[in-house]
C-alpha cells in the first residue's frame, strides 16, 4: 500500500521501513515486540508494546531527532506516511 510504513523490531533494534528505507535504531533488550499502532502524527508515534516480565505498555516513538541525527529532509521523508503498520516476519 502507498504510503505506508512498517515498523517491526529485532532484538534490542526498533526498526522503521518506508519507500525503500530501513531506519533502525536501539530500544530496550527487554523488547519482545511492538503489538498496537495507536496513532501516528508525522513523526510521533503512539505503540503498544511488550516487554519480558512486563504487561502490554504504551511506548512513544519519536522519530524526527532520529531522521535528522541521519540527515533526511524530515519533512520530505514523512509526509507521504499516511499510516504505519506492524509487521513481523513468522
Same mark, same amino acid.
Given at each position: ?36 499502532? =495507536?496513532?501516528? !502524527?508525522?513523526? /510521533?508515534? #503512539? ?7 512486563? *504487561?502490554?505498555?504504551?511506548? @512513544?516513538?519519536?522519530?524526527?531527532? =532520529?531522521?535528522? !541525527?541521519?540527515? /533526511?529532509? #524530515? ?7 499516511? *499510516?504505519?503498520?506492524?509487521? @513481523?516476519?513468522?
Amino acid at each position: 500500500m502507498s504510503g505506508e510504513a512498517i515498523l517491526s523490531s529485532q532484538k534490542d533494534y526498533t526498526i522503521f521501513q518506508f519507500n525503500g528505507h530501513t531506519i533502525r535504531f536501539r530500544t530496550s533488550a527487554r523488547l519482545e515486540r511492538y503489538t498496537k499502532i =495507536i496513532e501516528w !502524527n508525522q513523526g /510521533y508515534l #503512539v505503540v503498544m508494546a511488550k516487554y519480558q516480565g512486563l *504487561k502490554e505498555t504504551e511506548e @512513544y516513538i519519536d522519530l524526527i531527532p =532520529i531522521l535528522e !541525527n541521519l540527515y /533526511y529532509n #524530515v519533512n520530505e521523508f514523512l509526509a507521504p506516511i499516511k *499510516k504505519v503498520r506492524i509487521l @513481523y516476519a513468522v
